[in-house]
């Protein structure tokens, strides 16, 4: 206990509570849009915008002169994804007047061709890519979302699924002017078992109000992001999302029980079974986890919540370098086993943009490392205890330096916003440069410090952070603005460097269209061939989520 008494905040002793809600980027996002839903279609031609009226658009009705222009009032524009990136448009068809009134008859009154609200659809989150839609449709049921297929799949008109558009690699927008198909409205939960905690919901049900949902049951989601509150659970089933809990509970490819999908042509797959066991045929659930909406469109969700554990510590802890860390992890799973719930990292640099951006104070001495240990148990003592006798010997032994543990609700939130809102603060900070990626513990900062030395001024910073405890490591590149010297001194370099290592290119953040190209650093070309032949199979127009997770063909 001595050595606890060295920590600079209090240890606030066993309580009993909720599992910790915190603030998340949607928050941010929505304070923020407004000025940017603003869109300028009358002022004068930007480069975007003559671009714009290039295209087959001038037409009569509601089609009219709905360019979405790239220049917003007193907001940097978002350069058009087809001008920054090279890609060409595929040959589907144009949506027409006639379309329109016959998605109108599907989903009266829910077929959106408002600049402002297309505005805010076509760009992704972070703000760096655009697509140039004009049309969004709102369906309620799987049965509209089949005649929606069907239609589009006759008239081979291409679609962007769109749940909350939370994504990172610019797969939930479209590049041209696929049609937004929204799953906002899909927000029914369907069952809930309180006895096997299995939830049966619509795809497009907010994470965190599921959440929400099931924690007044006793459970709680399986799954945590820092979108919760806007991210769609279908977008994290297509995205195969991971997040803050996988440590604990796992992929989605495992707590997933069932799906009910849309194919291409309309046809609705129904596995929407909740069987923990079920050993007929292939599991073709797992096709559409993680196939970024390139293979069908999710529009409803079986998946198993674990019980609401009742009892939460966190830990936030600075370390003194690296290794220190990695010797923590190793420390903190042998002694804390079962209750071990998150193991993150985040660097000094993390911390500073959090102070600098956010505001948020650093809750302990400076390190050049900071990690954040969550346990969840059934015993509030019991977890202390264990606990506590980690900390002492990471503080006795020199792998921790200070720290401070949470135990109620709003000291946890604070000390996980820390953590979570680093993707905030780095966007804050000017264009991000953003990797995902899967590697040995062991390496994580090695990259990381060879990328600051490679970049030198160049970058404004270098930072790395991440689920550490999953071999994940986040590692974020700022600049002023985006800069295609920069870009080509980071890529290929962090892929060949990470596939040197057999890591993964993309841990879980999925391809979609920014990643799309270097997948075949992390698969081989057989691979890679067996998924087109699948979409081919599944898609064969290709109308699902173009120019998205695989690879142009040679
Ligand atoms: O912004 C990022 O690069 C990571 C976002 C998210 O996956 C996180 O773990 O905070
Ligand atoms: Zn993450």
């Known amino acids: 206990m001595f050595l606890i008494h060295k920590f600079n905040t209090f240890l606030c002793r066993a309580a009993t509570m909720v599992p910790c809600q915190v603030p998340r980027w949607s928050t941010w996002i929505f304070r923020a849009s407004p000025q940017w839903q603003r869109t300028a279609c009358a002022l004068g031609a930007s ?5 714009w009226l290039s295209l087959p658009w001038r037409v ?42 016959a998605f109108e008859r599907i989903i009266p009154g829910r077929v959106i061709t408002d600049p402002e609200e297309l505005e805010v659809a076509n760009v992704d989150w972070l703000r760096t890519i655009r697509g140039c839609s004009k049309v969004m449709l709102r ?4 049965e509209e979302v089949s005649r929606i297929l069907r239609h589009c ?31 906002a409205l899909m927000n029914q939960v369907i069952s809930f078992h309180d006895v096997s905690g299995i939830l049966v919901c619509q795809a497009g049900c907010v994470l965190e ?19 919760k509150g806007s991210c769609h659970i279908g977008g994290n089933v297509a995205t195969n999302a991971g997040g803050l809990r996988f440590l604990r509970y796992g992929s989605l490819r495992g707590t997933v029980l069932g ?73 903190c799973k042998g002694m804390l086993g079962e209750i071990l719930s998150a193991f993150e990292f985040m660097d000094a640099e993390c911390m500073q943009l959090v102070g600098q951006h956010l505001h948020l104070a650093r809750p302990v001495q400076e390190s050049p490392f900071y990690i954040l240990v969550e346990t969840s148990g059934s015993s509030a003592e019991h977890d202390s205890a264990k606990l506590d006798g980690f900390l002492e010997q990471a503080l006795g032994s020199g792998l921790v330096t200070d720290g401070t543990v949470g135990t109620d609700h709003s000291k946890i939130q604070s000390l996980w916003a820390l953590r979570e809102r680093i993707t905030e603060a780095l966007s804050h900070d000017g264009y991000v440069f953003k990797y995902d990626i899967s590697l040995p513990v062991e390496r994580f900062y090695d990259l990381v410090m060879d990328l600051r030395g490679r970049l030198g001024l160049r970058a404004k910073h270098v930072v790395g952070y991440g689920h ?31 596939a040197a290592q057999r890591g993964s290119v993309s841990a879980e953040h999925g391809l979609g269209f920014k990643k799309k190209d ?32 695989l690879p142009a063909r040679a």
């Open 47 to 51: 480069m975007g915008q003559q671009r």
């Open 60 to 101: 009569s009705g509601p089609l009219a002169f709905r360019g979405c222009s790239s220049t917003a009032l007193g907001v940097p524009r978002v350069m058009p994804t087809s001008e920054r990136y090279p890609v060409q448009r595929l040959p589907f068809s144009v949506v027409s007047e006639e379309d329109l009134a």
């Open 139 to 142: 369906p309620r049921t799987t």
């Open 153 to 183: 799949h006759q008239r081979n008109l291409a679609v962007n699924p769109q749940g909350g558009n939370t994504g990172m690699v610019g797969g939930s927008v479209p590049v041209f002017d696929e049609i937004i198909l929204s799953t």
């Open 209 to 227: 109000e599921l959440n929400r949902y099931v924690q007044e049951r006793g459970f709680i989601m399986p799954l945590d992001l820092g979108a």
């Open 259 to 331: 799906l009910e999908v849309v194919l291409a042509n309309g046809t609705v797959l129904d596995c929407l079974t909740s069987l923990r066991k079920d050993n007929t045929g292939y599991d073709l659930k797992q096709l559409f986890i993680g196939s970024e909406g390139t293979l069908g469109v999710i529009t409803a969700v079986s998946i198993l919540c674990p019980p609401m554990p009742k009892a939460v510590n966190v830990a936030f802890l600075g370390c003194p370098g690296f290794a220190e860390v990695l010797q923590a992890f190793s420390t």
């Open 468 to 498: 550490l405890g999953d071999g994940n490591l986040h590692l974020n590149v700022t600049a002023e603005a985006f800069s295609a010297a920069l870009l080509d001194a980071l890529e290929p370099y962090v892929y060949t460097w990470t």
């Open 518 to 549: 270097v997948l075949g650093y992390s698969k081989p070309p057989t691979a890679v061939q067996l998924m087109w032949q699948l979409k081919a199979l599944l898609d064969p127009q290709g109308i699902l989520n173009p120019y998205k997770m």
